[in-house]
């Protein structure tokens, strides 16, 4: 490891590249704008997928899977969804060494095509309520790219469902949303600020969309997720409609939601360091390396059948037996990749009954016991887990400012962070705000409190704050 990370006071953009590629999560492609994910990202993406699809099938959700491709009509049968889309959306025309009857797009997002086989699978109430969702990729024609962040191609899931009711299917919208508020919290130790998205920045063809906003260190937002409550936008537009109790037709009520490879990028800018990236321990592949410091075939002995005994039971570890490479060496790669504890043995620890730990989080080295090493480790990953999280809680908190006038807002602005503004409801005064400073409202708080103040822009009264901040 010649190269060394560029530190993020330096530059903040090439760091997140440098971590990227370092750490050998994800490389470019040939092709402009896509992604190949190596094997240490695409570890994370899987413990993602565990994670969320495990609690998806406890709620009741099962996968399915759709066709990469859609008939172009489809998409131009709700207009808002396909103004939204048609700029970046990629179109097949010629297949099989002629030109197609009919253009078929790929995917940018999937409703359109579910909807279509909707139709055909619901007529009654009985066939109610349908809780689908599929694991895929997507693309979509990006003209400013970064890996995980924003690429043309990108994994994701897409759950779509349909319901009796319109309360039905607003609680659905609200409880997959809680699914990924604890996913993203519990188990990647990002804390986000949940709430609703204007009329403005709601997804093309939503009622109403619910979105989780994580700040991250430069000081810019992301959007974690996002969870829609449909209405019957799509279930017209296709013409699907089912009988009710009373023998009634109507339309049904739908929801969609996805998190991304994108979450792989929050991770990144949430955790990581100038070392490195740092890997919260329940979504680490391997949340424990050991490294031996040995020399000779009986000190090897000794360490490789001290590792053997080891009572790790459901304590997934990579022990690094390497003889080619030194341990400091070892040290420096397991911190660039971001393993959460290692574990160091040499021969003289042995003989005390010790090892050594080291914290990825803190840096913290400590002699242990031996004798209850497991006790400790469980206990030190825990600590770690909690800890990051709370960092992150800290950091978001320390850069989260009440603003109460237009000058303020972008003075404070330039420090970057959310800034909790009061805004009138209006589409036009949040217009102008975004052009004049880049920032958007990202979201309309859920916790927000009841609270007489002056909308920024126009001064007009307001009840509630809005979330602002500059997005990537
Ligand atoms: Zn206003």
């Not at 969320?52 to 959700?61: F, I």
């Not at 908190?397 to 006038?405: L, R």
Request: net charge negative; proline share 5%.
């Amino acid at each position: 490891m010649a190269q060394k990370i560029c530190p993020r006071d330096k530059d903040y953009g090439r760091w997140y590249t440098d971590i990227v590629q370092m750490a050998e999560l994800a490389d470019y492609s040939p092709v402009r704008g896509c992604m190949v994910i190596r094997p240490n990202g695409y570890s994370i993406w899987e413990k993602i997928q565990q994670e969320l699809d495990k609690r998806l099938k406890a709620t009741g959700h099962k996968n399915l899977y759709f066709p990469l491709f859609v008939p172009e009509s489809f998409l131009k049968k709700e207009a808002e969804h396909v103004e939204g889309f048609a700029p970046e959306c990629a179109v097949v025309t010629h297949a099989g060494g002629k030109q197609l009857e009919e253009p078929l797009v790929i995917r940018p997002t999937s409703e359109t095509v579910i909807w279509h086989m909707y139709k055909q699978w619901i007529h009654s109430w009985r066939d109610l309520p349908l809780l689908y969702n599929q694991w895929a990729n997507v693309v979509r024609w990006e003209m400013r790219t970064r890996l995980f962040l924003r690429t043309t191609e990108f994994l994701w899931q897409e759950g779509h469902t349909a319901h009796a009711n319109e309360e039905e299917a607003r609680k659905e919208a609200l409880l997959v949303h809680q699914l990924y508020k604890k996913l993203i919290e519990e188990v990647m130790a990002i804390p986000v600020v949940c709430g609703k998205k204007t009329q403005q920045e709601k997804f093309p063809g939503a009622v109403d969309t619910y979105t989780l906003e994580g700040l991250m260190q430069e000081g810019k937002a992301l959007q974690m997720g996002t969870s829609h409550y449909l209405g019957q936008t799509f279930s017209k537009a296709f013409e699907v409609t089912f009988q009710n109790k009373e023998g009634e037709l109507e339309f049904p009520y739908a929801t969609s939601w996805g998190v991304t490879t994108r979450l792989i990028g929050a991770l990144i800018m949430t955790h990581s360091d100038d070392q490195g990236l740092i890997i919260p321990p329940k979504l680490a592949e391997t949340p424990l390396v050991i490294v031996p410091i040995w020399r000779g075939e009986e000190e090897k002995k000794a360490i490789k059948e001290f590792v053997t005994n080891l009572p790790f039971d459901g304590i997934a570890f990579h022990f690094d037996d390497r003889e080619e490479e030194k341990p400091g060496y070892k040290f420096n790669e397991w911190e660039l990749k971001g393993i959460p504890l290692r574990l160091e043995v040499g021969p003289r620890d042995l003989a005390k009954g010790e090892v050594v730990l080291a914290r990825r989080d803190t840096g913290e080295k400590c002699a242990t016991s031996i004798a209850t090493l497991r006790q400790t480790v469980e206990k030190m990953l825990d600590d770690i887990q909690t800890n990051l999280f709370r960092r992150a809680q800290e950091r978001v908190k320390k850069n989260s400012h009440f603003v109460d006038t237009y000058t303020a807002f972008q003075e404070k602005l330039e420090e970057g962070g959310f800034l909790y503004a009061h805004w009138c409801g209006n589409g036009s005064c949040e217009q102008k705000i975004s052009e004049e400073t880049k920032a958007s409202i990202r979201v309309l708080p859920f916790d927000a409190h009841e609270e007489a103040g002056a909308c920024i822009y126009c001064k007009e009264p307001s009840s509630r704050r809005a979330v602002f901040a500059r997005a990537y």
